[in-house]
Nanobody
């Protein structure tokens, strides 16, 4: 089992920045790829960014390319999502998830955090 706990969400004005953290415990997190998903009210959960086990390969949704950066520090069992130039449309609950390799399909992930709310005001 892997337990994931997100933190770092909050309220920010458009153009601002936030850094989300996903702290893992339990089984060796280094063996897993990780993804950051978001789910806005009334919408489906979507993959925002993904990172492989080593951090050497990353994926970004077109909507966040150039603004968001995913990274991980395996020695700390933590994955980060640096979010810059935030827009109101980035408002959502952000979830961290883990599985053996990055996928855009939420149901394929084995482990999920509880989510953290990000609200961007205009």
């Amino acid at each position: 089992q892997v337990q994931l706990v997100e933190s770092g969400g909050g309220l920010v004005q458009a153009g601002g920045s936030l850094r989300l953290s996903c702290a893992a415990s339990g089984r060796t997190f280094n063996n897993y790829a990780a993804g950051w998903f978001r789910q806005a009210l009334g919408k489906e959960r979507q993959l925002v960014a993904g990172i492989n086990w080593s951090g050497g390969d990353t994926y970004y949704a077109d909507s966040v390319k150039g603004r968001f950066t995913i990274s991980r520090v395996n020695a700390k069992n933590t994955v980060y999502l640096q979010m810059n130039s935030l827009k109101p449309e980035d408002t959502a609950v952000y979830y961290c998830a883990a599985r053996n390799y990055v996928s855009g399909v939420p149901r394929e992930y084995d482990y999920w955090g509880q989510g953290t709310q990000v609200t961007v005001s205009s």
